[in-house]
């Protein structure tokens, strides 16, 4: 399908069908979004091609309803009365919902006035509230929220969210912001210059891009090729293969993992299931025979049926990460928060520049014995790293130590791997902060497991009750230098938070009033250079687990004395590297060393016991982050690298395992932190999908 306009095509050679659900329009101004979206509601016609259009209204009153860049409002109506043009019933029974959807849209008290009295941003509220009022069966919206004060964006979309949830409507909206697409949408479509460059699921798109133009839609992305890993991250990323992509080195290279698209070589598959949202028309190979109707069809060929492919450059919904293959080159896609830049005393990497810009840090390498220099991105919890400072590069990625050989085993789990038995989940999102929405990373339950603490991205501590609802929040005294990830509720009601970039341990009572704090930087007797977690025993003595190159537990008595300390930096039995996590139980200690994936076992006075292992029954464990047990005297541990919870005995031997990486309600992405009460409930920070889920066995 083909738009022309003055001097140069808007729309060149589109080919596209829509889905059902939430779909984002994506592109910079100019791009043609709005030109697309034109078709889509009929307001223009294709110069060439097709563009069929024909949604069905099932129940609701109008089958499309259109919010255009200038809000297409009526001067001499009211906002009232807009709504009440637009509401099936609105002159029985619609009074009290034309009032409550005004009001969620904060132009409650302009209902009685005209357009020409409100402001550009109050009438782009007007414009989005008469859509949602109309009920249609799906709406349209050209930068919907554009000119709306940032900081009143998140409430606002949180109404368009409940309203979709309650009709069953969809959505298609432009925008230009990667945030508002990652946070609202699960479909988009990429337009640059007129032409569409990507159509398939947002998540598919963010963690595994076929390309690095792709990658950069969806924002900040640190694209390497193989070479720049081993010179970058110290690793060869494919064993016996080359770069340069010749000879016999090249012939050996891996083929794409499943659902991977080979741009140069081969046809873009096609997605195995979808529901196509069909305006009128047929739906999509392999969908549902009860797919809901409601989609659009572009061709360039006039004669073309109903099932066009999707454009080059769409992928298959795959579940798991893996390296992208163009041409020759193999790359790999790590967003800032899969990659963890740290300070050491000694490296071949030293910082240039360092900008914090909040979510993301923009940081300027130099190699010293190479003399290159690229920029990588990360999201650390605060500003810390300054020019002149030795840093590392950590890859918070399984699926790249596969590829460096490093003896894994794979994220797939055998048909015949023990299942934890959940019989049913509950997801709760994490409170926004402002127009942010932070991420939990550290979660704990009280004594009587009836509130449950948490600990964000935003350096707040959440205290929620057991069905979700926030209670009562506080702040870390400091953020600025970074936020913690972990929190301990105590024996007597106080919650522990091992403050990371601050070298301290923090002790608030359970309304969040400072009662102590212990512990400054340092590699000495109780000092600490990046405390991670902690757990208490039965005596009220505190484990405090630390990383950063001096990675070991200390034993501090209740009143803040140091008893003992124990393990090191390293690979061998009693050594770790980045202790995540900490539970006392019967006069052990045990630890989730994460880079090594595994557990390791110590007495309380920090004698070696022994890394929890079967012979030949390995766990395989990647990236174990937390760890606590249950009533039934078994340890559960969230694997970071894997997205799942897996349950061991105290012996190692694996029970059982839930979940996989992923974006539904049986998936996590990074979960960061669990607990688990005294009966059979488990909840997980389930960090990468920003919200707490609750497992019950």
């Known amino acids: 399908m083909c738009l022309?306009?003055?001097?140069?095509?808007?729309?060149?050679?589109?080919?596209?069908?829509?889905?059902?659900?939430?779909?984002?329009?994506?592109?910079?101004?100019?791009?043609?979004?709005?030109?697309?979206?034109?078709?889509?509601?009929?307001?223009?016609?294709?110069?060439?091609?097709?563009?069929t259009a024909s949604p069905t209204a099932g129940g609701q009153a109008l089958a499309a309803y259109w919010v255009p860049q200038n809000f297409g409002l009526w001067p001499h109506l009211t906002a009232r009365e807009h709504l009440r043009a637009v509401m099936p019933g609105a002159e029985t029974d619609g009074a009290a919902r034309i009032e409550h959807v005004l009001a969620a849209f904060d132009i409650g008290e302009k209902a009685a006035s005209h357009t020409g009295e409100m402001s550009h941003g109050e009438r782009a509220r007007l414009a989005v509230a008469r859509a949602l009022a109309s009920s249609a069966a799906v709406l349209i919206m050209d930068e919907p929220l554009a000119s709306v004060d940032p900081a009143r964006c998140g409430a606002y979309w949180r109404v368009i969210r409940s309203e979709l949830r309650s009709t069953g409507a969809s959505l298609v909206f432009s925008t230009h912001a990667p945030d508002v697409v990652l946070a609202e949408a699960e479909h988009v479509l990429c337009v640059t210059d007129g032409k569409l460059l990507y159509a398939g699921a947002v998540q598919d798109l963010y963690w595994r891009p076929p390309s690095e133009v792709l990658a950069r839609c969806l924002g900040e992305a640190n694209w390497l090729t193989c070479d720049e890993v081993a010179l970058w991250l110290g690793m060869n990323a494919i064993p016996g293969s080359s770069c340069l992509g010749n000879g016999e080195a090249a012939a050996r290279r891996p083929e794409p993992p499943e659902g991977r698209v080979d741009l140069t070589d081969a046809a873009p598959r096609q997605p195995a299931r979808t529901r196509a949202l069909q305006f009128g028309l047929s739906t999509k190979l392999g969908a549902p025979a009860s797919s809901r109707a409601l989609g659009l069809n572009i061709s360039t060929d006039p004669e073309a049926g109903t099932t066009s492919p999707p454009p080059p450059g769409s992928v298959a919904p795959v579940r798991s990460a893996?390296?992208?293959?163009?041409?020759?080159?193999?790359?790999?896609?790590?967003?800032?928060?899969?990659?963890?830049?740290?300070?050491v005393e000694h490296s071949s990497l030293v910082v240039r520049s360092s900008q914090f810009r909040g979510a993301v840090a923009d940081v300027e390498l130099e190699h010293r014995e190479t003399g290159q220099v690229r920029v990588f991105h990360h999201r650390p919890a605060g500003p810390g790293l300054a020019p002149g400072h030795c840093v590392t590069i950590r890859t918070l990625l399984s699926f790249l130590l596969l590829f460096c050989g490093a003896g894994l085993s794979t994220s797939c789990d055998r048909s015949d791997t023990p299942r934890l038995g959940v019989r049913e989940s509950h997801a709760w999102p994490v409170p926004s902060d402002g127009t942010r929405i932070p991420a939990v990373r550290g979660i704990a339950l009280s004594a009587d497991g009836t509130e449950i603490?948490?600990?964000?991205?935003?350096?707040?501590?959440?205290?929620?009750?057991?069905?979700?609802?926030?209670?009562?929040?506080?702040?870390?005294?400091?953020?600025?230098?970074?936020?913690?990830?972990?929190?301990?509720?105590?024996?007597?009601?106080?919650?522990?938070?091992?403050?990371t970039h601050y070298h301290r341990v923090v002790v608030f009572d359970r309304n969040g009033v400072l009662r102590?704090?212990?512990?400054?930087?340092?590699?000495?007797?109780?000092?600490?250079?990046?405390?991670?977690?902690?757990?208490?025993?039965?005596?009220?003595?505190?484990?405090?687990?630390?990383?950063?190159?001096?990675?070991?537990?200390?034993?501090?008595?209740p009143d803040g004395k140091l008893l003992a300390a124990f393990g090191g930096f390293g690979t061998k039995p009693g050594e770790f590297q980045r202790p995540a996590g900490i539970v006392w139980h019967a006069g052990k200690v045990y630890v989730a060393d994460s880079t090594n994936h595994r557990i390791q076992a110590f007495t309380d006075s920090g004698a070696f016991v022994g890394v929890l292992e079967v012979p030949g029954a390995?766990?395989?464990?990647?990236?174990?982050?937390?760890?606590?047990?249950?009533?039934?005297?078994?340890?559960?541990?969230?694997?970071?690298?894997?997205?799942?919870?897996?349950?061991?005995?105290?012996?190692?031997?694996?029970?059982?395992?839930?979940?996989?990486?992923?974006?539904?309600?049986?998936?996590?992405?990074?979960?960061?932190?669990?607990?688990?009460?005294?009966?059979s409930r488990i909840l997980v920070a389930d960090t990468g999908n920003r919200r707490i889920v609750e497992l019950r066995l």
């Not at 003055?6 to 994506?26: F, K, Q, S, W, Y």
């Not at 964000?456 to 069905?467: F, P, Y």
């Not at 990830?485 to 105590?490: I, N």
């Open 322 to 343: 893996a390296f992208t293959r163009s041409g020759e080159t193999l790359s790999v896609c790590l967003r800032p928060e899969q990659v963890e830049i740290c300070r």
């Open 516 to 557: 102590r704090q212990f512990g400054t930087y340092g590699t000495g007797p109780g000092q600490f250079v990046y405390p991670v977690s902690l757990a208490e025993d039965d005596k009220g003595n505190l484990y405090v687990c630390e990383y950063g190159g001096n990675d070991r537990i200390q034993k501090f008595a």
């Open 4 to 51: 022309d306009g003055a001097g140069a095509p808007r729309l060149t050679d589109v080919c596209v069908e829509i889905l059902d659900g939430v779909t984002a329009v994506l592109g910079p101004s100019g791009s043609g979004k709005t030109s697309l979206l034109n078709l889509l509601i009929g307001f223009e016609a294709p110069d060439r091609g097709t563009c």
């Open 453 to 499: 603490f948490t600990i964000d991205t935003a350096a707040r501590l959440l205290v929620l009750d057991r069905n979700g609802t926030l209670l009562r929040q506080w702040r870390m005294p400091e953020s600025k230098a970074g936020t913690p990830e972990d929190l301990t509720v105590l024996r007597d009601g106080c919650v522990a938070v091992p403050d």
């Open 618 to 679: 390995p766990a395989g464990l990647q990236f174990p982050y937390d760890i606590t047990i249950d009533a039934h005297q078994t340890l559960l541990v969230a694997e970071w690298g894997a997205g799942r919870v897996s349950r061991l005995g105290l012996d190692g031997r694996l029970l059982g395992r839930f979940g996989s990486p992923g974006t539904d309600m049986d998936q996590f992405l990074t979960p960061w932190g669990l607990a688990c009460d005294g009966t």
